[in-house]
């Protein structure tokens, strides 16, 4: 039996797209597919899991507030999405803040507020070690003083699996089939007319993707495949000539226990309602994300040149990525991370974009779209992007996000792309 749709991928843009296709479409038949065990076990169950209405570019901003302001109105509802808007901390030494004015001017006229917080404070409250220039560690990383902290309120943690757990049995409820443990090996393409000639379809024809090759047999569709597949996007659509136009990188996350003067950063008072440290980043992107339910933070940082742009399926963390690449910059800036030894660590991919958004398109007019290129903010995004992906896959030519905003989606294309530069990846 042919299915409308079929999702592939059960990631939190696959899950969000099949809940947004089938909110908006409820009489479509829709299938969500994934080789993984469950929702949500590729990069989606990796994340920091942390978030920011706080971009430079118009999209990445719109995407981000609405997708949080939808997860807020779930939570108050009742649903506990694990939110804390604990707030983002942006460390800046004198370069930084040079660099960063640009960004936080066009973050302002956006709409978006922020706080200015002292060196003092970031002592008293949080333990930062703000004058740092005496020492040799700094001449070596190539770090300043801190000079001040921008405090972004509309920000914070939220629990992943949580928003997992609300998408999956909202779409189940909802009469989206699921299957697990299927693994997408290729796609079907037909003509739209077939002659029943051998060899069909030939260049000349209108072809279409008809549906999907798996470990449980072929699936038709009647109307769209919708490939939903984060950092496998180009593994699986390159053999038949279609691109996602992003490329997965390596990213891992270290847990270390706040312990001694660290407890007291992660119980910070006075910075925001929960008494939490917010997640603090700290010059050259170096991050420090509390982790209030493990008493912990997460710890990670972002490298560039020389990390390959390579898919490894079960990606493992380098202790010595955590001594010599994180640990240095974190213990420049706070002493408590001075000789902290990760009580757990583990990696997975971003799916990069060249700039910075996503990728949602359909090429070829082939009834498939594709949805890709999160590149490191998915979760905080997956609302919307779930919301464009599902309008593109009905035809429609906007997509209303969360609160009433509405958004051409060829603008997440490629044909018509209209994204402003992003200033503030981390
Ligand atoms: C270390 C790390 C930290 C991060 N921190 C943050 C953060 O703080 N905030 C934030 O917003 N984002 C963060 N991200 C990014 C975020 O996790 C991703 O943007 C998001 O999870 C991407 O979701 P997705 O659905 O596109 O991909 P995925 O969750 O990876 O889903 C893709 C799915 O496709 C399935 N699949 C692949 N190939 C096949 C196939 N052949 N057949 C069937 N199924 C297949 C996979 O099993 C997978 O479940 C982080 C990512 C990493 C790695």
Redesign the pocket.
């Known amino acids: 039996m042919p299915y409308d749709y079929v999702v592939?991928?059960?990631?939190?843009?696959?899950?969000a797209t099949a809940y947004h296709l089938k909110r908006l479409n409820p009489k479509a038949s829709v299938l969500l597919?994934?080789?993984?065990h469950g929702?949500?076990?590729?990069?989606?169950?990796?994340?920091?899991?942390?978030?920011r209405a706080f971009f430079t570019s118009r999209i990445n901003m719109s995407l981000a507030k609405t997708s949080i302001e939808f997860y807020r109105s779930i939570q108050e509802k009742g649903f506990d999405l694990g939110m804390r808007f604990v707030g983002y901390l942006f460390l800046l030494d004198k370069r930084l803040k040079r660099s960063a004015r640009k960004g936080l001017e066009e973050a302002k006229r956006l709409g978006l507020d922020y706080e200015v917080l002292d060196p003092g404070t970031l002592e008293d409250r949080l333990g930062i070690r703000t004058r740092v220039e005496d020492l040799e560690e700094a001449e070596l990383i190539g770090t300043g003083d801190v000079e001040e902290g921008i405090l972004v309120r509309e920000a914070g943690i939220i629990a992943?699996e949580k928003l997992v757990e609300y998408y999956y049995t909202s779409i189940t409820s909802m009469g989206v089939e699921v299957s697990f443990n299927?693994?997408?090996?290729g796609f079907k393409i037909e003509p739209r007319r077939p002659l029943g000639v051998e060899g069909e379809p030939f260049p000349w024809q209108d072809s279409r993707v008809s549906g999907v090759e798996?470990s449980r047999g072929t699936i038709h569709t009647r109307k769209k495949v919708i490939a939903?597949?984060?950092?496998?996007s180009s593994?699986?659509l390159n053999p038949i000539g279609v691109d996602s136009y992003t490329r997965p990188k390596?990213?891992?996350?270290f847990s270390v226990r706040a312990e001694g003067p660290l407890a007291k950063t992660l119980h910070a008072e006075g910075l925001n309602e929960y008494n939490l440290s917010p997640m603090l980043v700290f010059p050259r992107k170096a991050f420090a994300?509390p982790e209030p339910g493990e008493g912990s933070f997460w710890v990670?940082i972002s490298d560039h040149l020389g990390r390959p742009f390579t898919l490894d399926e079960d990606p493992a963390p380098e202790e010595q990525f955590y001594t010599l690449g994180i640990l240095p910059i974190l213990s420049l800036y706070h002493p408590g991370f001075e000789g902290a030894v990760p009580h757990s660590s583990?990696?997975?991919?971003?799916?990069i974009s060249f700039d910075g958004a996503p990728i949602i398109y359909e090429p070829y007019e082939s009834d498939l779209v594709v949805?890709?290129g999160?590149?490191?903010?998915?979760?905080?995004?997956?609302d919307a992007i779930g919301r464009i992906t599902a309008s593109l896959a009905l035809g429609l030519d906007e997509a209303e996000l969360y609160g009433g905003e509405t958004v051409r989606v060829e603008r997440l294309g490629l044909e018509r792309r209209m994204i402003e530069p992003e200033e503030l990846v981390i």
């Open positions: 592939l991928g059960a990631g939190i843009v696959g899950l597919l994934d080789k993984g929702p949500g076990a590729g990069d989606t169950g990796k994340s920091a899991a942390a978030f992943a299927t693994l997408v090996t798996t939903a597949l984060g950092a496998w593994k699986v390596k990213r891992q996350v994300r990670g583990w990696a997975g991919n971003y799916d949805s890709a999160t590149s490191g903010s998915g979760i905080m995004k997956a």
